[in-house]
Every structure is written in C-alpha cells, then in structure tokens.
C-alpha cells in the first residue's frame, strides 16, 4: 500500500463507496456530503481514484475522463435506449392519429388540424388532448420539443437551452422542469442520474471554452414576435 495512490489516506472503509460514486458520476458536494468528507479529502481521493483506474482499467478511464470533461456525450446503451424512447414517446403522441374519448371511450374520434394532439370525438363532441395529464399539456411550440430534449439530455445549461431554442430564460427553464418530470413518469432514473452528471459538468465546460478563446454569443435568437418584450427588440436569425 505504502507505494500507492492512497498511501498515508484514512478511512479506507469508504474508499471502494467513494470510487463508485465518483465513476458514477456524482457531484464534488453528493460525494462529500453523502460520505461526511470534506473537500480536501474528496480532492485527495478523487486523484488516487483516477490514477489507480488509469492504470487498471485503462479503458475504463479513457471512456470516463471523456465524458467527465464533455468531450464525448455519447452514453452507455441502455441509457441511449432510454433518451431514444423518450424521444419516440414525444414523436409518436405528437403523430398520432387515433385515441379513445376520454368521457365515453369511444374511438370514433378525428383529429384535429395542427402540430397538437387534439381529438373530437364524434358520438359526444367532446374535445381532448392526449397531453392531457402529462406534463406536456399546455406548453407551446410542439415542433421544438425534439431537439430542445435531447439538449436536455446532453446535460445543457438554461442559457444554452435558451440560446439553442430561441425560449426565453423562464420558457426554458420550465420546459427543462417538464421534460425531467416526463422523463421520470417515464420511468428512467439512470437518465436522470446521466443528465445530472452531464449537467454539473456543463459550466466547467463552457468556462473553459470561453478562457480558450472561444465565443458564447448571449442567447438573443428568440422565438417571440418581435418588440413584444417590454419594449426590446430582438434580433431574429
Ligand atoms: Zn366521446
């Protein structure tokens, strides 16, 4: 032991606890609160861990350090296969042609023109929404919400969202609340656990884009007609 990463470290009871967490992607302050360490200890520990990984687990550590510092956004399959079927649930409630009345369950139903789900039931013209009870009802823009979940699930920051999607900062971070609440009704908590650690590492990312030299225009593309904002025109593009 006296020559490894972890020599002269304490409490190595925690150290196999702290390695999983770390590797799975869990924050600085859930590792340090979780285990009662603090930072110094979670900084000490998280190198002795990365070393000791780089040197047993090559692969392991090439395919986490890549994630870890975004480089590679790509995630292990069974968590592609669930940002895929989030996607598919949206495009397939989006597209659908059939459904059953809500108040009399009949499927004499007809859809409405437009990109949102709605029906008429014919035998009691009825209206409804197949959105209705998720958390996507009421929310504007149908032909957007694709591409602005997967940013969601790439880990983007509210301003990129913003910035991507032409939504305001309020719009955007609504609708970054109701796709993760999607995603959890969904049932896909290892999605989840993936945006939060792609998330927490989104600002480090962009600082250092931006030290580098790189540009982050300020997210002024806008999706609202414009002088409609308190006065402020907007430049569309
Ligand atoms: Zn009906």
């Known amino acids: 032991m006296s020559d490894s990463p972890f020599a002269n470290m304490h409490r190595m009871e925690l150290w196999s606890t702290f390695a ?37 687990c090559p692969d392991l550590h090439q395919w986490w350090t890549t994630r870890h510092y975004r480089e590679n956004l790509q995630p292990p399959e069974h968590i592609a296969a669930q940002q895929q079927a989030v996607v598919t649930w949206i495009e397939t409630m989006l597209n659908a042609q059939h459904a059953t009345c809500p108040r009399c369950g009949g499927t004499r139903t007809y859809r409405n023109k437009g990109v949102r789900p709605n029906f008429k039931c014919d035998p009691c013209v009825t209206c409804f929404s197949i959105l209705s009870g998720t958390p996507l009802v009421g929310m504007i823009r149908p032909e957007l919400w694709v591409d602005f979940v997967k940013e969601v699930m790439d880990g983007q920051s509210i301003p990129d969202l913003k910035r991507r999607s032409g939504l305001g900062m309020g719009g955007s971070t609504r609708w970054r609340e109701q796709f993760l609440l999607l995603i959890e009704e969904l049932g896909h908590p290892e999605l989840l656990q993936w945006i939060t650690w792609m998330r927490s590492r989104r600002n480090n990312e962009a600082v250092s884009f931006v030290r580098q030299g790189g540009y982050l225009d300020k997210a002024t593309r806008s999706v609202y007609p414009q002088g409609t904002r308190k006065g402020r025109f907007v430049s569309q593009k």
Do not use: C, N
């Open 20 to 56: 999983v967490y770390l590797l799975a992607g869990w924050s600085s302050v859930q590792i340090a609160s979780r285990l009662e360490v603090t930072p110094k200890v979670y900084f000490s520990w998280g190198q002795a861990v990365r070393e000791v990984v780089a040197e047993e």
